[in-house]
């Protein structure tokens, strides 16, 4: 199967044409704004990194900023620097080069300050929408596809309805040669053997283990055992028995097929199929990884309900139970509460959620889009 | 109708329930061509697991195809499976 989108010099597929302005550092984020609201066709990135960064934390926020300014969804990208962040566009530029991303760059301190800035970025961003406006679509295989497997604010229908037909969905993109990645390590406690067992190789499956431990670790440092509350007084009420029962509700968002590769967050998987993102469960910044990573779209399941969105990609939403989708219809694209209602079955929801990606991969918007959804946000440990 | 319970995998011996239902109810759950009616020996309220058919001591609790437990006595099929009657192969926190 095909889908109609962008073919980058990159080397990259886009399903988006965006534009984006985009902070290296928290300090110049609203002049990154005031310019994107200037310029029809731009987005913009609104993130409070790009200072202060040590260690793993600062390649981390590196290898997001370069997964989102490189994105596929991205045409150009026009960094704003404020011009003493620890994360300048001189940090970013050889990368971008490399790539071969078109960009361009602008700095408060070196550009007039706020207008002076804002005047030149806006004259940049014009050039660049209208460069991108002349990019055409083509045919383009399914198998470039990544799609990203989110879940948040669950409730007692997520591992019932939600998780398992998004889990079908996944299956079927990866049938056709694409890609899906899920994530939310801390939701596979108690999984390490059963996902061990699914991993390609050895080395997939010691870097399970390692991942889900090394989460467990960095709970237990913050004073938190998360293995030993769980499953927790609540989850025995509402009828869960085990954490293998609990963690396995998560993860079969991401289906059945076998696990070809673990990545850090924001990291490019070099292996299509299934891949597991070792990374925070919080949503907005999960999602920032995933999209880093090279997810050209979100798929996200809810029970409780979220307006989440991106700046750059469609963010699917399936609720979990037809309550939800009633309060909330217009944040929701698929509602899997039908499979409760006797209106649906797992295999209908899982087609139609796949559907939904294929439509949203030839240029249909998701709800979150078109309600002006962009939320983003980069994970990192601590700022010194 | 609203169907009763769900089963998720083929492979699994439990299906759970989307409502409270009834010790006496009949309920069958159908998936990509396996079907399973099950008599249920208890009460199961919703989000619990009954067994679909009989599970020995020790023997693993199937669902989403994977074991989420074994079973520490002997389940009966329509009988409620849970903390009382399966043990997480990973522990118990809160005991």
């Known amino acids: 199967m095909e889908f109609q989108g962008y073919r980058r010099k990159t080397g990259k597929v886009g399903i988006r044409n965006h534009v984006l302005i985009f902070p290296t550092v928290v300090c110049s984020s609203e002049v990154a704004r005031m310019i994107s609201e200037k310029v029809p066709g731009t987005v913009y990135a609104i993130h409070g990194g790009g200072c202060g960064h040590v260690g793993e934390d600062k390649e ?13 969804n991205v045409a150009s990208v026009l960094l704003v620097a404020n011009g003493c962040e620890a994360i300048p566009p001189e940090t970013l530029i050889p990368d971008l080069e490399k790539m071969g991303q078109p960009y361009d760059v602008v700095s408060v301190q070196e550009d007039g300050g706020t207008p002076g800035c804002v005047e030149k970025g806006v004259r940049i961003a014009k050039k660049m929408v209208e460069d991108a406006s002349k990019l055409n679509k083509e ?36 049938a056709e040669g694409g890609t899906a990645i899920f994530s939310e390590t801390t939701e596979m406690l108690g999984c390490e053997k059963i ?42 009420k509402g009828g869960l028995s085990s954490i293998e029962e609990k963690s396995l509700g998560c993860i079969r968002k991401g289906g059945n097929t076998t696990i070809m590769q673990v990545v850090k967050y924001a990291e490019h998987p070099a292996k299509k199929g299934l891949i597991i993102m070792d990374a925070t469960a919080a949503d907005v910044m999960n999602d920032t990884g995933l999209l880093a990573a090279g997810c050209h779209l979100i798929v996200f399941t809810t029970g409780r309900g979220t307006p989440v969105g991106s700046n750059i990609a469609p963010v699917l939403k399936v609720s979990t139970n ?17 499979i409760v209602d006797g209106e649906g079955t797992l295999q209908t929801v899982g087609q139609e959620i796949f559907d939904k990606v294929l439509g949203c991969a ?18 990192f440990r601590m700022i010194i | 109708m609203k169907p009763k319970a ?35 020996a208890q009460d199961i309220p919703f989000g619990h ?44 926190g809160d005991k």
């Open chain 1, 139 to 174: 045919a383009i295989p399914l198998s470039e596809l990544i799609l990203g497997c989110e879940c948040g604010g669950s409730d007692a229908f997520s591992g019932l309805t939600a998780n398992p037909s998004l889990g079908i969905a996944a299956d079927k993109l990866i």
């Open chain 1, 322 to 338: 037809s309550v939800l989708y009633n309060k909330m219809t217009p944040n929701i694209d698929v509602n899997a509460g039908v």
């Open chain 1, 195 to 236: 996902l061990a067992r699914r991993a390609v190789d050895d080395k997939v499956a010691q870097d399970i283990y390692d991942a889900i431990a090394n989460a467990e670790k960095t709970a237990m440092s913050g004073g938190v055992d998360i293995r030993g509350t769980q499953p927790s007084p609540g989850n025995i």
């Open chain 2, 6 to 40: 769900i089963l998720i995998d083929t492979k699994d011996n439990v299906a759970t329930a989307f409502q409270d239902l009834s010790k006496g109810d009949t309920v069958t759950v159908s998936l990509e061509g396996r079907e399973a009616t099950t008599t249920l």
């Open chain 1, 362 to 379: 030839n240029g249909d918007m998701s709800k979150a889009e078109a309600l002006g959804h962009k939320e983003f946000d980069i994970h």
């Open chain 1, 60 to 72: 981390q926020v590196i290898r997001t900023m370069l997964g989102i300014c490189g994105h596929g």
């Open chain 2, 49 to 92: 697991k009954f067994a679909l058919s009989p599970i020995g001591l020790h023997e693993p609790v199937i669902k989403y195809g994977e074991a989420i437990g074994l079973a520490t006595d002997s389940i009966g099929a329509g009988q409620h499976v849970h903390v009382h009657n399966m043990e997480s192969q990973k522990g118990r």
